[in-house]
T-cell receptor, first 115, second 110 residues
Framework: DGGITQSPKYLFRKEGQNVTLSCEQN?????MYWYRQDPGQGLRLIYY???????QKGDIAEGYSVSREKKESFPLTVTSAQKNPTAFYLC??????????????FGEGSRLTVL | QKEVEQNSGPLSVPEGAIASLNCTYS??????FFWYRQYSGKSPELIMS????GDKEDGRFTAQLNKASQYVSLLIRDSQPSDSATYLC??????????FGTGTRLQVTL
């Protein structure tokens, strides 16, 4: 089945540790996105990538890093520099059909808790 | 000014009524607009996409777009308790940046 797989679903980390969240898609989508959601709030864009080996900062990129070595994969690293990393992280992807069209589809999310 | 703005709600409507959800955006070059539904603890799911001015209907849902006023709305007819969720407006702007509003929480009461 085609889809977007995020792992792990739940993750606990101690303060000062880096952690990497995995996102894989087999939809042959061009663009991939990472969002963060805090309780009762909307989605805030962390990073996004339209093509392999290229990515752009979103609105809250500080304390995060990404890579896009393969079209299917867009891992997110939450570094120790991120002050408040506890949140629900959502990965998404879409096909770039023509200029700025193409719906965004989401994985099931990864819930990170810093102890 | 926020790029995408929504009233956070909650918006409360009785079962069977029409729910009207609104969204405004700041970037005039935006071309693509989406409505997502999100249940608590779950990831968003796409309800509607709209790209040109006017109305687009899909079952009980109608999306309306007015680019001159930078306004997009979602109407839900015959609201059901299962429609109770947070509705997120999303806009594609420059360089394929996809920005979400903070969402409107809808409560459909019996």
């Amino acid at each position: 089945d085609g889809g977007i797989t995020q792992s792990p679903k739940y993750l606990f980390r101690k303060e000062g540790q880096n952690v990497t969240l995995s996102c894989e898609q087999n939809l042959n989508h061009d663009a991939m996105y990472w969002y963060r959601q805090d309780p009762g709030q909307g989605l805030r864009l962390i990073y996004y990538s339209q093509i392999v080996n290229d990515f752009q900062k979103g609105d809250i990129a500080e304390g995060y890093s990404v890579s896009r070595e393969k079209k299917e994969s867009f891992p997110l690293t939450v570094t120790s520099a991120q002050k408040n990393p506890t949140a629900f992280y959502l990965c998404a992807s879409r096909k770039l059909i023509q200029a700025n069209t193409g719906e965004l589809f989401f994985g099931e999310g990864s819930r990170l808790t810093v102890l | 000014q926020k790029e995408v703005e929504q009233n956070s709600g909650p918006l409360s409507v009785p079962e069977g009524a029409i729910a009207s959800l609104n969204c405004t955006y700041s970037d005039r070059v935006s071309q693509s607009f989406f409505w997502y539904r999100q249940y608590s603890g779950k990831s968003p799911e796409l309800i509607m996409s709209i790209y040109s001015n006017g109305d687009k209907e899909d079952g009980r849902f109608t999306a309306q777009l007015n680019k001159a006023s930078q306004y997009v709305s979602l109407l839900i007819r015959d609201s059901q308790p299962s429609d109770s969720a947070t509705y997120l407006c999303a806009v594609i702007g420059r360089a394929s940046k996809l920005t979400f509003g903070t969402g409107t929480r809808l409560q459909v009461t019996l």
